[in-house]
């Protein structure tokens, strides 16, 4: 893999109320005051390597932890991926042909309701590493009603595949035909692996992918606030932290991203910084949320 370099990222050029989908943050003076003091004291000290590996043991517990506290109240739905990925409207080579879509990483399913309730002609496989988020989406799946469509779940079995994946370690074909899939997304998934693991993942996802069909990404970038938030205590790696909660946020570069596709069959097509303003209006205080989008391109046999 390529080596890596710092990057310098230009100006914000808007300024929005940030609703990307993340992990959400709540900015008060206190945060930009402790990134203010996190610059003067660097970080030098990373995590044990004892502890590193009880995180990396303990990483689907973790999550699954995450969904006990958070249920499915946490994230809100992200009706924002049409808008931003437009492949998930225009891949289609005739109007006819029903898409077939990997969500990888589907959390509580925020992203694949609001496409099947917008989409008819969708087909939708969607895995979680945690199998509580893969149960509270097949039970929100019972309780969600369409009135206009004979109260039929949205996620029936014709229109949805939902199964547990360690997208690191479980062979994706064994839920999904290989070279079957037109479109797959990585929404705020990938960042969530350890980032000697990514490339399994990926690799995972090309398998099943069809020749020429995309890859979407967005996930969190290099100086997003989230990543200046963390005390020089709670990093695990360049680029890599660890929240209190015991889940671990990667933060990319552009280069690091274009290089772990590029070795796993992909070509770049979108590789670009998503900056954004966090704005607390109470205290007065705005900061810069970044965000990486991408789409890669499997590459034709």
């Known amino acids: 893999m390529a080596a890596l370099k710092t990057e310098t990222l230009s ?3 808007s300024v929005t109320l940030c609703d990307d989908g993340g992990v959400g943050i709540d900015v008060t003076k206190q945060d930009v005051l402790s990134h203010e003091e996190g610059k003067i004291g660097g970080e030098q000290t990373l995590v044990s390597s004892f502890k590193q590996m009880k995180l990396e043991r303990d990483a689907q517990k973790n999550w699954d932890l995450f969904y006990k506290r958070n249920t499915t109240n946490f994230f809100k739905d992200r009706h924002w991926t049409s808008r931003e990925f437009d492949e998930l409207k225009t891949c289609r080579q005739s109007d006819s042909q029903r898409l077939v879509l990997l969500e990888a990483g589907c959390g509580v399913g925020n992203c694949i309701f609001p496409l099947l309730e ?14 509580r988020a893969v149960d509270f989406v097949k039970s929100r799946n019972d309780t969600f009603v369409v009135f206009d469509r004979q109260k039929n779940p949205l996620c029936r079995a014709e229109r949805c595949s939902v199964f547990q994946c360690d997208l690191t370690r479980d062979d994706l ?3 999904v035909p290989e070279g079957s899939v037109d479109v797959a997304t990585l929404i705020f998934v990938l960042s969530a692996i350890h980032p000697d693991k990514m490339a399994l993942a990926v690799r995972n996802i090309h398998r099943v992918l069809k020749p020429g069909c995309a890859v979407l990404f967005r ?4 100086h997003d606030h989230a990543m200046r938030r963390f005390k020089a205590s709670s990093k695990l790696a360049d680029n890599f932290y660890v929240r209190q909660d015991g889940t671990r946020s990667y933060f990319f570069s552009k280069d690091f991203l ?4 590029s070795d796993a069959g992909f070509r770049c097509v979108v590789n670009e910084y998503v900056q954004r303003e966090t704005v607390n209006k109470k205290e007065g205080l705005c900061v810069p949320r970044v965000f990486l989008q991408s789409k890669f391109i499997k590459l034709e046999s």
């Open 219 to 222: 996930d969190y970038g290099v």
């Open 11 to 13: 100006p914000v050029d």
């Open 258 to 261: 274009a290089a772990l596709f």
């Open 118 to 131: 917008d989409q008819d002609n969708i087909f939708v496989y969607a895995c979680d590493f945690s199998p």
């Open 173 to 175: 074909r064994h839920n």
